[in-house]
Structure formats: C-alpha cells, structure tokens
C-alpha cells in the first residue's frame, strides 16, 4: 500500500513564499508522474503542477514563473516551492502520484495541506 503525506501549508501574507513536501511510503512501488493540484472553496480540483518519468515539469498558467515543482527521488519526496503567493492562491493543494505496484496501476492522493494567502 502506498500513503502520500503532505506538510507545509499554513497562513502567510500576499507576496510571501511557502515550500509544500509530499512524501511517499509504501514497497514495491513504480513512480510515472508526480503532481500537485488544488481546490478552492466551492470549486473543482485542478492541476498545479506535474511532472513526470518522461517529461515535464508542467505548469498551469496561473502559478507560471512563480511555482517549482520538484522531487528527490531518494526520499521519495515531492516539493512545490510558491513565491509571490496571491490570495487566489488559497486552497487545499494535494499531492497525487500515478504509477504502478506489482503490475498493477496505481493513483494515491495525499490528505491535502491548507494554504491561506491573506494580510
């Protein structure tokens, strides 16, 4: 079984910056694409950023030049590093990995971490 755990959300002003880590745990495991997502109140799931065995990182426009994506395949381990936050940047954003384990497709969604952008 595979688990997602996400850390690093909190409340920071207009302007700042925050890190989001995702750790992955679990054997026998095979990691295609990592990704971050995020949904504010009242609205749907959507795309951050993503990045994957054969490609990427990709970017929605909203956070282009602003968010990196990256990861430290020894620790299995998943960054969003977010400057010049913007209150639209609010959301619960979620960390999702597809892959496989023995043979088998594989999706894991973290729990999620809060971000609150506000003066």
């Known amino acids: 079984q595979v688990q997602l755990v996400e850390s690093g959300g909190g409340l920071v002003q207009p302007g700042g910056s925050l890190k989001l880590s995702c750790t992955a745990s679990?054997?026998?495991?095979?990691?295609?694409?990592l990704g971050w997502y995020r949904q504010a109140p009242g609205k749907q799931r959507d795309l951050v950023a993503r990045i994957t065995n054969s490609g990427g990182p990709n970017y929605a426009d909203s956070v282009k030049g602003r968010f990196t994506i990256s990861r430290d395949n020894a620790k299995n381990t998943l960054y969003l590093q977010m400057n010049s936050l913007k209150p639209e940047d609010t959301a619960v954003y979620y960390c999702?990995?597809?892959?496989?384990?023995?043979?088998?497709?594989?999706?894991?969604w973290g729990q999620g971490t809060l971000v609150t952008v506000s003066s």
């Open positions: 679990g054997s026998r495991f095979k990691i295609y694409a």
């Open positions: 999702n990995l597809q892959g496989s384990s023995d043979y088998t497709s594989l999706e894991v």
